[in-house]
Nanobody, 126 residues
Framework: QVQLVESGGGLMQAGDSLTLSCAASGRPVNTYTMGWFRQTPGKEREFVAGITWNGGQTDYADAVKGRFTISRDNTKSMVYLEMNRLKPEDTAVYYC???????????????????WGQGTQVTVTS
């Protein structure tokens, strides 16, 4: 089993920057793709960013491309999401996810990820 714990959410103003962290424990995760998703009430969980096991590939949703950066530190079993120039539409619960399959791809479908954190709320006011 793998446990994922997100942290770093908060109440921000438009234009602010914020970095989310995801700590993985339980089993080594340094060979697996990880991602960040977000969800607002009444909507499906949507892909935000993903990163392959060694950080060699990243992918972003169009809505965050150029503003958000995903990174990972396998020595610490951590994944980060740096969010810049935040917008009110970035308001959501952000989830860290791990794809428990050896792959070189970054799926954008939430169903392709097997482990999830509990989420951290990010609220951006205008």
């Amino acid at each position: 089993q793998v446990q994922l714990v997100e942290s770093g959410g908060g109440l921000m103003q438009a234009g602010d920057s914020l970095t989310l962290s995801c700590a993985a424990s339980g089993r080594p995760v340094n060979t697996y793709t990880m991602g960040w998703f977000r969800q607002t009430p009444g909507k499906e969980r949507e892909f935000v960013a993903g990163i392959t096991w060694n950080g060699g590939q990243t992918d972003y949703a169009d809505a965050v491309k150029g503003r958000f950066t995903i990174s990972r530190d396998n020595t610490k079993s951590m994944v980060y999401l740096e969010m810049n120039r935040l917008k009110p539409e970035d308001t959501a619960v952000y989830y860290c996810a791990l794809r428990w399959r050896v792959t070189v791809t970054i799926p954008i479908n939430a169903n392709e990820y097997q482990y999830w954190g509990q989420g951290t709320q990010v609220t951006v006011t205008s």
